[in-house]
């Protein structure tokens, strides 16, 4: 049955910080992708969304009653909670049916950040891409520091 719901729906997987090495290790190709920075992400940020919230970090797995629990409920038990290792993310999360057309308003980009691995041929795509853009936003890059074990975004 968890399987159903896995195939059932697509997760949209965002954080509230940028600044973790860890984060951009893991999901930006060890520092060679990009961060795209949003306001306001919501229900309402996507057409086609139907949860959204912030993740909830414990020790121990949820008890999901598939027969007799609301939908909503177990969909939520599933895809909003995470084992406790991994509360440095700070995770927000948007959950969508499978078959949903997902479209953003791209006026909710702030900014866009760099991996400090990231190639030449990706970054020049990348500025392309923002500079064709009718509202103007930010193109940074991220650094390690060498005061913290955070990344700089300058």
């Known amino acids: 049955m968890h399987r159903e719901y896995l195939i059932a729906f697509v997760v949209v997987c965002c954080s509230e ?15 060679g992708g990009i961060c795209v920075g949003f306001d306001g992400l919501s229900v309402n940020s996507f057409s086609g969304i139907k949860l959204s919230g912030k ?49 953003m308003d791209p006026a909710l ?18 500025r392309q891409m923002v500079a064709k853009r009718h509202t103007a936003f930010p193109v940074r890059t991220a650094h390690l520091s060498y005061a913290t074990y955070e990344m700089e975004i300058s």
């Open 55 to 103: 993740v909830n970090y414990q020790n121990e797995l949820p008890i999901v009653q598939y027969f007799g629990e609301e939908k909503k409920r177990v969909v939520h038990k599933i895809f909003f909670t995470k084992n406790s290792d991994w509360n440095y993310e700070r995770e927000f999360r948007l959950v969508a049916e499978a078959d949903a057309a997902l479209t």
């Open 109 to 126: 980009i702030r900014e866009v950040m760099l991996g400090m691995n990231i190639d030449g041929l990706t970054e020049e795509r990348v």
């Open 17 to 31: 910080r940028a600044d973790s090495p860890t984060m951009w290790s893991h999901y930006a190709n060890n520092h």
